[in-house]
C-alpha cells in the first residue's frame, strides 16, 4: 500500500512537473512568436527606411548631377568671361594707346592752330598798319583822285586816270609822280611789302598810239613801275605790272562816271607770307 502510494505520489509529481514543463513551453512559445512578429514589424520598418533612404539617395544624386551640369555651365560661361575680359582689356590698351597718340597729334595741331592764328593776326595788324600809314601819306590828295582800302588781306591804292595821265597817254604827269613819291616813301620803310601794279581801261576802243585797251592798260602799269623803281629807287624784285584793259571794272560803263572810274591804276600792297606759307606747308606734310 505504501508503495502504491508512493507511486501514485511519484506519479502526480510527475504530472504536476509535466504540467509546470508544458506551462512554461507555452510561454516561451508565445514570447517568441511575439518576439518574430515585432521583428517582422522591425524589419518591415527598416525596409520602408531603407526604401525611402535610397529614393532620397537617388534624388540627390540627380540633384548632384544637376548642380555638376550647372557647375560646369558656368565654369564655362566664367572661361569665356575672362577670354572676353582680356580681349576688351587688350583693345582697351590699343584704344588708350591710340587716344593717347590721338591726343598728341590733336596737341600738336592745336599749337600748330595757335601759331597759324597768331600769324594771321600779326599779318591783319601789318596790313592795317599798311593802310593807315598809306592814307596818311596821301592825305593831300583828293577823293576824286585816289582811294585807299583792305580788301582779302591786301591795301588797295587807287589812282583815278586824272590823276596820274593824260587822256590816251601812258605818260606820268607831275602830279602823279608827286603821289608816287609819297607811296614809294611808305615803301622804303616797310620793305617786306611786295607791290602789284594793275592798269585798268573802260570798254571805249581806244584810238591813236596804242593798238586797244590792252595796250594801254599795261602800258601804263609799267609807266608806274618806272617810276617807283628808276624814280624813287623801289626794288624792282619787289614790283609786279599786268593790264586788265577794260574787264575788271568797278562800276558800270554805260555812263561817262562810270567809265571815268574803270579807267585807274591799282597799287596792290601785299605784306610777305613766307613764313604763313612755310607753317602752312608743314602742317599739310
Not at 540627380?62 to 568671361?81: A, V
Not at 616813301?185 to 584810238?207: A, C, F, K, M, Q
Request: proline fraction near 2%; glycine fraction near 6%.
Amino acid at each position: 500500500m505504501k508503495q502504491i502510494t508512493a507511486i501514485l505520489k511519484m506519479c502526480c509529481f510527475v504530472l504536476v512537473m509535466l504540467q509546470l514543463g508544458s506551462c512554461v513551453a507555452k510561454k516561451k512559445f508565445v514570447a517568441a512568436q511575439s518576439a518574430i512578429q515585432q521583428l517582422q514589424q522591425d524589419s518591415g520598418r527598416l525596409a520602408g527606411q531603407l526604401n525611402q533612404l535610397q529614393r532620397e539617395f537617388a534624388d540627390l544624386q540627380q540633384k548632384n548631377s544637376s548642380l555638376q551640369q550647372q557647375l560646369n555651365e558656368t565654369s564655362g560661361k566664367l572661361d569665356e568671361t575672362n577670354r572676353r575680359l582680356n580681349s576688351t582689356s587688350s583693345a582697351l590698351e590699343t584704344s588708350n594707346k591710340n587716344a593717347a597718340s590721338a591726343a598728341g597729334t590733336i596737341a600738336q595741331q592745336q599749337k600748330r592752330l595757335e601759331a597759324l592764328q597768331a600769324m594771321i593776326d600779326q599779318q591783319k595788324r601789318t596790313t592795317d598798319e599798311l593802310r593807315r600809314k598809306m592814307s596818311d601819306a596821301l592825305v593831300k590828295f583828293n577823293s576824286n583822285e585816289l582811294s585807299v582800302s583792305v580788301k582779302n588781306g591786301k591795301v588797295y591804292v587807287s589812282l583815278q586816270e586824272n590823276l596820274l595821265f593824260p587822256s590816251g597817254s601812258a605818260v606820268v604827269n607831275l602830279k602823279g609822280k608827286e603821289a608816287l613819291g609819297k607811296l614809294a616813301e611808305v615803301l622804303d620803310v616797310n620793305p617786306d611789302i611786295n607791290v602789284n601794279i594793275e592798269g585798268h581801261t573802260d570798254s571805249i576802243p581806244i584810238r591813236g598810239r596804242f593798238e586797244d585797251n590792252w595796250a594801254l592798260s599795261v602800258a601804263r602799269a609799267t609807266a608806274i613801275v618806272r617810276v617807283l623803281t628808276k624814280d624813287y629807287h623801289i626794288d624792282p624784285v619787289r614790283v609786279t605790272a599786268t593790264g586788265h584793259s577794260q574787264y575788271d571794272p568797278v562800276d558800270s560803263n554805260a555812263t561817262p562816271a562810270g567809265r571815268a572810274r574803270n579807267r585807274r591804276t591799282e597799287i596792290i600792297l601785299t605784306p610777305r607770307l613766307d613764313e604763313l606759307y612755310k607753317l602752312i606747308e608743314a602742317g599739310g606734310q
